[in-house]
């Protein structure tokens, strides 16, 4: 599983292709000529082909006609200086190459072969390494053609791929496959890296990707203003609800986890072990009578309550000490919950409205909506991406999983976490983070029950939202990644000590 380092190189900091160009523009016109930008980023474009062919083997080389290709020119010429053999081929003609592209072409001294169907065979045998530098990540338009077959060529070939940038096919800020994409081996990005090489299905071509430093200063950042990050703990830590001597149970928060009927008490129960792991001082799991018999006998640290309807639970609502309510796991599908939902919404505490309470909305979001947005306490969604689009519908439908995360954010007013193994949590005043760390063992039953549960024992600790549910994203998906394969959803609370020990 590849994550973006979280070195103060790489920073949390994803940028768009347009913030992009905004920082070297910002950097160029503070003095640092563009050639010189392109030179670091051949540079370590022909550090990465080292490591990868330490034996000064043969390296091909796809040059585009953009800086891009420039990028690919001195990574050639480098290599060859290096004792390396090099082939380059170019999409296009030098005399069409433009800029500092066309001025490091002039540099290269060697053959630049047409990038032609007919010479593939030929420029990419005995290959040990192809450097890929056909496209950067602001590719938009659907890859056809001589590039489309390249590209099938240079996949098949039997060697490693470095990418310049980002793999040439894949959208740079959507992670979207335009037509057909180069499967790297790594890819080297410049400055921060692009929410394409943690996006899906981006961040399966990308490799291993490390981000270079090229001379651009991190001080461009306070222009650029970028409002998309990679979810790691630096973007949250300092947040992160640490325990104090004199604190006591109360003062590190209540949470209300809601149970479903007497056959569907499990998933509440997930969720209320989660929350109490995760250090809520109390957590009080509340439902019918019913189902109060079955969560009694199977919790002991966790407290039971038991209520009828809307009204039962309103008077419940009147002890506000209980500041962070959970619904939706196991509460089943109608207006029973949806009742519920909106007199939890009437409280002040926060709230985390997940699984069936979500899809209970389906035929009158507006309603929802209304009602997260009239209230100053947070909500957090966590929908996966049925429960998304029966909710938000043609609404948000169109863009990238992080575009329509974050415009369901701004219609709802609420915090958005819309899960899968590129989890996308999205507030409405634009900020976003995407998380890279969850394995493919959380596709199991209940897992996301306790996801929700970790983010409800957060914002009982008074985490502001936004944070509080970044670190339940992560937290969830270390804690899967360190149990490995075989994990049942029980497992992910249990493994919460030693991921907090390190936190706190």
Request: some cysteine; overall charge negative; aromatic content about 4%.
């Amino acid at each position: 599983m590849t994550r973006i380092p979280e070195t103060a190189g790489a920073g949390l900091e994803l940028l768009t292709t347009r913030e992009m160009g905004q920082a070297d523009a910002l950097t160029i016109e503070a003095g640092t000529p563009g050639h010189e930008l392109m030179e670091a980023a051949g540079c370590a474009v022909a550090d990465e082909v080292v490591r990868h062919s330490p034996d000064r083997g043969m390296v091909t080389v796809l040059c585009g006609p953009g800086n891009n290709g420039g990028d690919g020119f001195v990574a050639g010429r480098l290599l060859k200086e290096q004792g390396y053999t090099i082939k380059l081929a170019l999409l296009g003609t030098v005399e069409g190459l433009k800029g500092d592209a066309a001025k490091m072409a002039r540099l290269w001294e060697g053959d630049v072969e047409p990038l032609l169907p007919e010479i593939l065979p030929e420029i990419l045998k005995g290959a040990d390494v192809v450097v890929d530098a056909i496209f950067g990540a602001g590719l938009t338009r659907a890859v056809e053609g001589v590039v489309a077959r390249t590209i099938e060529a240079a996949n098949a070939c039997g060697a490693k791929i470095v990418s310049v940038d980002v793999p040439s096919g894949i959208d740079g800020t959507s992670g979207e496959v335009r037509g057909v994409a180069i499967q790297a081996a790594s890819t080297v990005t410049f400055f921060r890296a692009k929410p394409g090489h943690l996006l899906l299905p981006g961040r399966l071509h990308c490799g291993e990707v490390r981000v270079a430093d090229i001379g651009i200063p991190a001080s461009v950042l306070e222009s650029i203003a970028p409002k998309t990050f990679a979810n790691s703990q630096a973007l949250w830590q300092a947040y992160f609800p640490r325990p104090h001597a004199a604190d006591h149970k109360y003062s590190r928060g209540h949470a209300l986890i809601i149970s479903g009927g007497p056959e569907a008490t499990g998933a509440a129960r997930l969720g209320a072990r989660g929350a109490l792991r995760i250090g809520a001082g109390l957590v009080t799991l509340a439902g019918s009578k019913e189902a109060t018999a079955i969560n009694a006998a199977h919790s002991t640290a966790v407290m039971i309550v038991s209520f009828s309807g809307a009204k039962g639970l309103a008077g419940i609502l009147k002890d506000t000490r209980k500041n962070a309510i959970l619904i939706g796991p196991g509460a089943g599908v109608g207006k029973e919950t949806r009742d519920l939902t909106m007199t939890i919404l009437k409280s002040k505490a926060a709230c985390v409205l997940d699984a069936d309470t979500l899809t209970s909305f389906e035929k009158s979001r507006a309603h929802l909506c209304a009602a997260i947005c009239k209230r100053s306490a947070p909500v957090i969604l966590t929908p996966h991406e049925g429960e998304f689009t029966r909710l938000f519908g043609e609404s948000v439908a169109a863009g990238s999983k992080l575009e329509r995360a974050r415009a369901a954010a701004q219609t709802s007013g609420a915090i958005i976490l819309l899960k899968g193994a590129d989890t996308v949590i999205a507030h409405p005043d634009g900020r976003a983070a995407i998380n890279d760390n969850a394995p493919p063992w959380t596709a199991t039953a209940g897992s996301g029950d306790v996801l929700a549960g970790f983010a409800a024992g957060l914002l009982a600790q008074g985490m502001p939202a936004f944070e509080a549910a970044c670190a339940a994203v992560w937290l969830h998906g270390e804690a899967a990644d360190r149990l490995g394969p075989g994990l049942i959803a029980e497992d992910l609370s249990e493994i919460l000590p030693e991921l907090l020990r390190m936190l706190i």
